[in-house]
């Protein structure tokens, strides 16, 4: 079985950093796309950042310029460096994986259970 565990979440003044992480564990063959994404009440789970298939970031315009998604492979883990926070940031950031995991047909989406972000004005 396959799980991923963000950690990082806190409590944060505006203008303030926050550094996520997120570790899948289990019978993991590789991975493909990894990636954040937040949810705040009453709206959408949006993507904040995202490695692609092909290894290029995505990253929407709200968050450019202020948060840096990276990887470790070798660890299975990814992290999302949030830097000059903003009250809108504030949402649960949950981590998202593409996992081929052993004696599974095929790639499967995972997704962590979230770590809360709280941004201070």
């Known amino acids: 079985q396959v799980r991923l565990v963000e950690s990082g979440g806190a409590l944060v003044q505006a203008g303030g950093s926050l550094r996520l992480s997120c570790a899948a564990s289990g019978n993991i063959l590789t991975i493909n796309a990894m990636g954040w994404y937040r949810q705040t009440p009453g709206k959408q789970r949006e993507l904040v950042a995202a490695f692609t298939n092909g290894g290029s970031t995505n990253y929407p315009d709200s968050v450019k310029g202020r948060f840096t998604i990276s990887r470790d492979n070798a660890k299975n883990t990814v992290f999302l460096q949030m830097n000059n926070l903003k009250p809108e940031d504030t949402g649960v950031y949950y981590c998202?994986?593409?996992?081929?995991?052993?004696?599974?047909?095929?790639?499967?989406?995972?997704w962590g259970q979230g770590t809360q972000v709280t941004v201070s004005s």
């Open positions: 998202y994986a593409e996992i081929l995991g052993l004696g599974t047909p095929g790639f499967r989406d995972c």
